[in-house]
């Protein structure tokens, strides 16, 4: 379908979704949203770029430096289960006795 390397051919549909919001028209969302692609597709990338980072304040951003501030998920999630299993075990065995308790005569 493309034509050109340096061309991307990009199809946008409008479509009502009465769920989140009824009185708002597809066709000028689709409008709007075509109107902000030709005004980016005037300017140079790195602008566009650069003009974004400076307006991000650092907590915006999703961008992750290192992993060194998240824990490792297969000890996190070992250490969950472990604790979990230990917690059902313990509560087993008290049933187990209680339930043995309210039986003996």
């Known amino acids: 379908m493309q034509e050109k390397d340096k061309e991307t051919v ?5 479509e009502k979704n009465v769920a989140i919001d009824m009185a708002t028209s597809p066709e000028d969302i689709k ?4 109107n902000v692609v030709n005004n980016l597709r005037r300017k140079d990338p790195e602008d566009v770029l650069d003009n974004l980072s400076k307006r991000m304040s650092p907590s915006d951003s999703k961008e992750v430096g290192s992993s060194n501030g998240f824990g490792n998920d297969a000890a996190t999630m070992g250490k969950g ?7 059902v075990m313990v509560f087993m065995v ?4 209680f339930m043995m308790a309210m039986m003996m005569p």
């Open 81 to 87: 289960f472990a604790i979990n299993y230990i917690v």
């Open 31 to 34: 409008s709007d949203f075509l």
């Open 10 to 14: 990009v199809e946008v549909t409008a």
């Open 94 to 97: 008290l049933f187990t006795f």
